[in-house]
């Protein structure tokens, strides 16, 4: 059964640092590109940031540049984001997903598939 684990998630300060962990199982992230999206209160979902896992080509949508770091353990079959410098517009239901290989080729980060994991809350308060 193919499943992908998301955690991490929490309360923080506006300043403060979360890692959030992927875990995939029943199938090898290497090969895959793999996703982070996040929806707020109201708002629509955003793609934040992918990775393709056999190369390492990496995506980041604008507001999170220079703050968040992606990363894939292909050894552990897993998938990192960590988030520094946080702030309260980063508040979100995070969700890791299986996404586009041609997408993070071409400069955009959007899902692809139906693999999807089950979202962590990150709320990063003023």
């Known amino acids: 059964e193919v499943q992908l684990q998301a955690s991490g998630g929490g309360l923080v300060q506006t300043g403060g640092s979360l890692r959030l962990s992927c875990a995939a199982s029943g199938f090898t992230v290497n090969g895959y590109a793999i996703g982070w999206f996040r929806q707020a209160p109201g708002k629509g979902r955003e793609g934040v940031s992918c990775?393709?896992?056999?190369?390492?080509?990496?995506i980041y949508t604008d507001s999170v540049k220079g703050r968040f770091t992606i990363a894939s353990d292909n050894a552990k079959n897993t998938v990192y984001l960590q988030m520094n410098n946080l702030k309260p517009g980063d508040t979100a239901v995070y969700y890791c997903?299986?996404?586009?290989?041609?997408?993070?080729?071409?400069?955009?980060?959007?899902?692809?598939?139906?693999?999807w994991g089950q979202g962590t809350l990150v709320t990063v308060s003023s």
């Open positions: 990775v393709e896992s056999g190369d390492g080509s990496t």
């Open positions: 997903a299986t996404a586009s290989k041609k997408g993070v080729q071409d400069g955009t980060c959007f899902p692809h598939g139906n693999w």
